[in-house]
């Protein structure tokens, strides 16, 4: 797994490509979470366009860093979920916890910055 981080405007936008799953990729993603709360950034939007597959690691792991940014007074929204995701989250009733959007723009723009 591979993550890349940008910014437009005030919203950081972390790219994660490849494989979110237990040992792949979940604990990289914990430490990226934490480093971008520890920079002060609330507005975070986690772009899942190029994940190629996810398990119930990484499903947690993703629910850990909104939980996480959540209490930290910020917001995580989910960009570029593909049609296995989306029903996987359908499935697991976690899509009603995530704000998710057919692109980054939209998810950054959601922010109102």
């Known amino acids: 797994m591979d993550i890349a981080q940008r910014s437009i405007g005030n919203v950081v936008v972390v ?12 604990e990289l993603l914990r430490d990226k ?4 709360l520890h920079q002060g950034y609330k ?36 960009a570029g979920i593909t049609k296995r995701l989306h029903d996987l989250l359908s499935i697991t009733r976690l899509l009603t916890v995530f704000d ?11 922010f109102g910055s």
């Open 33 to 36: 979470i934490q480093s971008l």
């Open 43 to 78: 507005q975070i939007v986690l772009n899942l366009a190029g994940v190629s597959y996810i398990d119930s690691a990484g499903l947690g792991e993703i629910a850990h860093a909104h939980a996480s940014i959540t209490r930290q007074g910020g917001k995580l929204k989910l």
């Open 15 to 26: 790219d994660v490509t490849g494989q979110i799953r237990l040992g792949d990729g979940d």
């Open 100 to 110: 998710t959007y057919d692109t980054e723009t939209e998810a950054a723009e959601s």
